[in-house]
């Protein structure tokens, strides 16, 4: 009769290998981890939804529920920012998730290992990996986060003085009237709390921004550029005057006089007196040398 050989797995005998040991340690920890993780958050479902500006209230309360319907969020805000804003603005949803993240694993550690230590056991996890997690979830909500809303306040609260009908930007303010489905002045009621906030934390923000308003009129840059146009030439003639490496010749002295000559008539805005003295000085110099020169080649 003929027989029916059955193979069957030897079951290891004794103390376990460190293979084995490991693999049990490793399915313990998750085991106990999603236990944990169950009872804490048994209906947590990840937010992935990007919420409307939540710093210091201005669009929404903590819980991101809106306090004010007409207020823009951070994607509409986002085309009147300047691109490495822009940037980081769109980074704040995958922060936040981060964030949100990061605090459930921390707390879900820390559960896990108080467990572990009521019943006797030996922790599963360091101090170290728990605090990691923590201090990187404490950042983003304390310093990163913040410092993107900040930045927004700042951007939007200057673009509400550039919308201002009387001391604001002209250009800035045609631009919104070509661009926008909005006027420019209702544009500036939505934009008044950013500014409101910005200001509150910058005395000086208005001041600032009016400066930079005024110095990017088109009177103030062909005024501006005039001046340094203006301060170059004098500067050249001055530098001609001054140059060690000429000869000195009847031509130099010519060229000196004419020079200095003009520098006294159209620069005086620039040149002081007692720099044109010394230029004087200069030039009787040079006339003397040249004066000495003609007198050996005779």
Do not use: W
Not at 80 to 87: A, D, G, R, V, Y
Not at 170 to 189: D, G, H, M
């Amino acid at each position: 009769m003929p027989t029916t050989a059955v193979t069957t797995s030897k079951r290891h005998v004794g103390r376990p290998s460190r293979e084995e040991q490991a693999a049990y340690n490793e399915a313990q920890k998750e085991k106990v981890l999603e236990e944990t993780r169950r009872s804490l958050f048994p209906d947590l479902q990840p937010d992935l939804t990007l919420q409307p500006l939540t710093y210091g209230g201005i669009v929404a309360n903590p819980n991101g529920e809106s306090i004010a319907a007409t207020m823009p969020n951070l994607m509409q805000l986002r085309p009147f920012l300047s691109k490495p804003l822009q940037e980081r603005v769109n980074e704040v949803r995958s922060l936040r998730n981060e964030m949100s993240s990061l605090s459930e694993r921390a707390k879900t550690m820390a559960e896990a290992n108080e467990k572990c230590f009521e019943g006797g056991k030996v922790v599963l996890y360091k101090d170290e990996e728990i605090a990691e997690l923590s201090t990187r979830a404490a950042k983003i909500e304390s310093d990163i986060l913040p410092n993107i809303y900040i930045a927004v306040d700042r951007e939007i609260g200057e673009i509400y003085l550039r919308l201002s009908p009387k001391t604001g930007d002209p250009e800035y303010i045609a631009f919104v009237e070509q661009k926008c489905n909005i006027s420019p002045q209702n544009l500036r009621t939505q934009f008044r709390p950013f500014y409101e906030k910005a200001l509150s934390r910058d005395p000086l923000f208005a001041t600032q921004v009016a400066e930079r308003i005024a110095s990017d009129r088109p009177e103030v840059k062909a005024e501006r550029d005039r001046r340094a146009k203006h301060k170059a030439e004098a500067d050249a003639f001055i530098k001609y005057i001054c140059r060690k490496d000429k000869p000195s010749t009847k031509a130099r002295v010519k060229g000196m006089t004419e020079r200095i000559a003009t520098l006294r008539k159209q620069y005086a805005d620039i040149v002081s007196e007692e720099e044109l003295q010394g230029f004087d000085a200069l030039l009787e110099k040079t006339k003397e040398e040249a004066t000495n020169t003609k007198k050996d080649k005779s």
